[in-house]
């Protein structure tokens, strides 16, 4: 029996003796498994990549948002019940209106509130006005016994096994405008119309229109540790975008051609920068809003009949207030008789009796950044991001789409302006007993789970499908519509595992095709190698012992295999990772809103499935080499000499 250590011998002499076709072999084989350690080499790098930015994130945290749904009015709107109701409401009001309009003397039009109740239905029928505030007030008395809690959601969620529950709500404003005082003026003119309330996914640029009210712990990741407000100032804590971070301090993103140092520590240094800036915005309520546009109105038309010898001025003419102090408009000049005086004095007690008209009121609020969140795809996808390209389509789908103007409940709870800001903003005991109708706007609940399994059986079991033929949420013992919070982590979570399986058979894929011609090449060679085995023969070795020198050929065949593909793909690899890690670090940075610069996009990591390819090259080289070599050590070794 032939020792191990000759036979190694004689394996490396072969490995030798053909030196062109043992280049050729491992060549082609090498050159094909080396794009399956490509894919492997990017797709662990790539996962595990994201794996650690979402653990500095939103991104990487299992949240369940809980939305009431619309409630459908249509059968409350016919409802003879709340008609009936509805009408004598109404009829009170007018008879209420006209006593109290002959005790002041002063003229009343009962044509001025119309009915809440219309012939607006289907053949004429009866049905209530939504326009009506009347109607408002008896759908919103009818709905309050609807209102849900955090308990309902936790009667949902207990099988689940959250580890924390919140809830948020928007500081929605009860009337009037707001105004950003950009360089701390006030822009009056056609500028100050009034603006929509916007939503959080609305224009970037009116985010403080409808601040958030969020628990820390929701936006925990974004507010800068060693930030300097205090309950006792008169700012506003707010969390802010990094879009608005950037536009208030003037720091926009460096340029691609800048240092890579720079680039990595943008987010870092914008955080840095913006925390503890201020800016101003001028809130006025409808009546100080109304009172504005009347000076501007008048000033106008003053200037427009200034040498018109016809024209009578106005006889109580306001000025406009400083630009930096949201103040209301001063009277600049008031000749108005006692009887005039007396009647609009009249009016304006008769008006403030039923609610329909309010002093004028305005207040100059500050807002203190003490964080900031990345920005959300509709941010992404604004100015200059309108291109996006594949990697800022992919950067935008792990992002986290968070809050983009938010206060921290606790730190409003104790702010020294906290209750100039409820004047301002619904407050949150109004926000629990709107209408179910109005419920985009009422307080949001959330479930944070431990992983993404128990997250997604209870959006799948539990959630309510809002929509069909009735319009309404069912099944009705369903109470909210559940969907993922603050990021796709749950969806995230499935993308990897599909993306995993995906690579695996195309890794599969290439590895069969890559076996197979490297078993085919090893398997002609040592088809070709009869001569050998039949001088091997002949001077007396045993088939076993000829078996052991080509096993030991073929091993050593895949060794260098396995050497020169794991070193061509990670050379390929390390070649991209070179070319992107920089980008793919910063934009992660930015998706993410991590602000560590240590941290890196790496696209090259190692793994067990690592050991897939190489068990392939010497599976091949085996599969490949018993068949030829069991027929060459069973044929006739003189046969094979002659005919060779």
Request: proline fraction near 5%.
């Amino acid at each position: 029996m032939i020792r191990f250590l000759d036979a190694w011998t004689l394996a490396g002499t072969k490995l030798r003796n053909r030196k062109v076709r043992t280049i050729i072999t491992i060549v082609i084989a090498s050159i094909l498994f080396s794009l399956v350690f490509l894919m492997i080499f990017v797709t662990q790098g790539t996962l595990q990549s994201f794996d650690r930015f979402m653990s500095k994130s939103m991104t990487g945290r299992y949240i369940v948002r809980a939305d009431l749904p619309f409630s459908n009015p249509d059968a409350q709107m016919r409802d003879s019940v709340l008609i009936e109701k509805a009408t004598k409401l109404h009829a009170d009001l007018v008879a209420e209106k006209k006593k109290e309009a002959k005790r002041l003397g002063i003229e009343y039009d009962a044509a001025s509130d119309p009915s809440p109740v219309s012939s607006g239905g289907p053949n004429g029928q009866k049905m209530l006005d939504l326009g009506s505030p009347i109607t408002q007030k008896v759908l919103d008395e009818a709905q309050s016994g609807n209102t849900r809690t955090i308990g309902d959601l936790k009667k949902f969620a207990a099988a689940y096994h959250p580890t924390a529950y919140y809830s948020s709500y928007p500081l929605t404003m009860t009337d009037g405008v707001f105004k950003e005082m950009k360089d701390g003026k006030e822009e009056f003119g056609s500028e100050t119309k009034p603006e929509e309330p916007q939503n959080p996914w609305g224009n970037p640029g009116k985010d403080y229109a409808m601040p958030m009210s969020v628990p820390e712990k929701l936006i925990k990741s974004y507010v800068v540790p060693d930030h300097t407000w205090t309950p006792d100032k008169t700012t506003i804590p707010v969390v802010v975008s990094q879009k608005r971070a950037s536009t208030l301090i003037g720091y926009q993103a460096p340029a691609k051609d800048a240092p890579a140092k720079t680039r990595l520590e943008y987010v870092s240094d914008l955080r840095k920068k913006a925390v503890g800036k201020t800016f101003s915005i001028c809130y006025r309520n409808a009546a100080s809003q109304a009172l504005i546009e009347r000076t501007i109105s008048t000033d106008k038309e003053m200037a427009a009949k200034k040498n018109d010898s016809n024209y009578v001025k106005p006889s109580l003419i306001y000025q406009l207030p400083d630009a930096a102090a949201c103040a209301a408009p001063t009277i600049a000049k008031d000749t108005r008789t006692k009887e005039e005086k007396s009647l609009v004095d009249k009016q304006r007690q008769f008006d403030q009796k039923f609610g329909l008209v309010s002093d004028p009121e305005q207040h100059l609020i500050t807002y203190e950044v003490i964080g900031v969140a990345p920005n959300g795809f509709e941010d992404m996808t604004q100015g200059e991001a309108m291109a996006m390209d594949a990697s800022n389509i992919l950067m935008s789908m792990f992002a986290s789409q968070t809050y983009r103007f938010s206060i921290p409940s606790e730190m409003q709870e104790k702010m020294a302006s906290r209750q100039m800001l409820e004047s301002i903003f619904a407050s949150k005991q109004s926000m629990d007993s709107m209408s179910m109708m109005m419920s985009s706007q009422t307080k949001t609940f959330y479930a944070e789970f431990a992983d993404s399994t128990e997250a997604k059986s209870f959006i799948k079991n539990e959630s309510c499908n809002y929509g069909g033929m009735s319009m309404e949420c069912q099944p009705k013992d369903k109470y909210f519509i559940l969907s993922p919070h603050a990021s796709n982590s749950i969806a995230i979570d499935e993308a990897k595992k599909i993306i995993s399986r995906v690579v695996l058979v195309a890794t599969l894929v290439v590895m069969a095709i890559a076996a197979l011609i490297t078993g085919l090449t090893v398997g002609r060679t040592i088809a070709d190698s009869r001569r050998e085995t039949a001088v091997f023969r002949a001077i007396g070795f045993k088939r076993f012992d000829i078996s052991a020198v080509y096993i030991i050929y073929t091993l050593l065949l895949g060794v260098f295999t396995a050497i020169c593909a794991l070193l061509i793909g990670l050379l390929l690899a390390t070649l991209l990772n070179n070319a992107s890690w920089l980008d793919a670090t910063i934009k992660a940075q930015l998706a993410f809103g991590v602000d560590d610069p240590t941290m890196k996009f790496s696209l090259i990591a190692w793994g067990p499935i690592l050991l897939w390819p190489i068990a392939a090259i010497f599976g091949a080289g085996i599969l490949g080499m018993i068949l030829p070599l069991i027929r060459n050590i069973r044929r006739n070794p003189i046969r094979d000499m002659r005919d060779e």
